[in-house]
């Protein structure tokens, strides 16, 4: 049977992740220092595990409304006032989702009619142009160099833009390369969205793991509001990855129509875990700041180790990435990413995986403990050493 004539051209033409390439490869090898998937090291703080406990014991099993409980929505909509200044109605202009992942997905399915462009800069997140593609979009790359810490200029973007781009997806902090935009940056990429009436899609999962200042949302910039959709969740600054819970939040024209979408899709996100997740935002701020320090720690000694071993490395504004050059080596990036892990035993992901201007680059994550980064920084010490 010819099972190829069943399947969605567009199904077929979305590449796997390179992430979880190397993620499967590195779990089928022993005593590998793994600095390869995004995801905190740390444990759901207790308060939140113990709230969500508590509150299946009480028997919250049900569904839930589908944009989520009002009481997560109010909370959700503070916090976006407390920490970044944006003002989103609790009552419909919020959803609660399936991950961020789920909530990217319901505005680029809101958004985007066949053969609409979309804007994104790389290096991006591996999922962001299938997404685009599986919602009928076409993913525009915009790249961006190690020259200025691989912040895109309004240049880049206006070069990219043309009569069929009807968004730009930014990701601040950036997954991979750690890369944060300030208020000043942010400020001049809105004029340029407000000047070719575009929408900015802002993956803002990492917001709460920035450094070096205060966290700026394009959103709260004047006029940005009306075009703006917010994407967030619990994954990586609270430390709730497994839980998969996110949210997306914009003007009531787009959240309702995102929200059918939802309906008919996913429903709502469990019970259960919305109960922590309220938790997480009235209770765990302490932790955040904690789990920030220890990241902040970490960024400052991988930095300058990998400098020291002679991959440059500028030193990222957020998020739990670094993303060295290894073009000193002489390999390519899936070349030095798979001989690293055949012979020290590290795994890491090559640039390329997001995006081509990630050539001769790869993404370590310092989501793992000190012990573990200076035994990576070692091996890839004597790697590299091997090379010269």
Known sequence: MNYQVYLSKTAKQIQPSGIRKFFDLASSMKDV????????????????????????????????ANAGLMELRQEISAYLERRFHASYAAEDEIIVTVGASQALDLAFRMLLNTGDEVLIVEPAFVSYA??????GGTPIPISTNADNGFKVTVEQIEKGITDKTKAILLCSPNNPTGTYLNEEELTKIAQ??????LIVVSDEIYAELTYDEVYSSITSIEGMYERTIVINGF???????GWRLGFVAAPREFTQVMLKIHQFTTMCAPHMLQHGAIEALRNS????????NNYRRRRNYIVQSLNMIGLNCHTPGGAFYVFPSIKSTGLTSDEFAEQLLKQEKVAVVPGNAFGQCGEGYVRCSYATSMEQLQEAMKRMQRFVDTLV
């Open 130 to 135: 299938s997404l685009v593609t599986m919602a």
């Open 285 to 292: 701020a302490d932790n955040v700041e904690n789990m920030k």
């Open 235 to 241: 994954s990586k600054g609270f430390a709730m990855t």
């Open 192 to 197: 340029v969205v407000k000047k070719h009436d």
């Open 33 to 64: 220092i793994s600095l390869g998937v995004g995801e905190p090291d740390f444990i759901t703080p207790w308060n939140i595990r113990e709230t969500t406990i508590a509150s299946l014991e009480e028997g919250y099993t049900s569904y839930t």
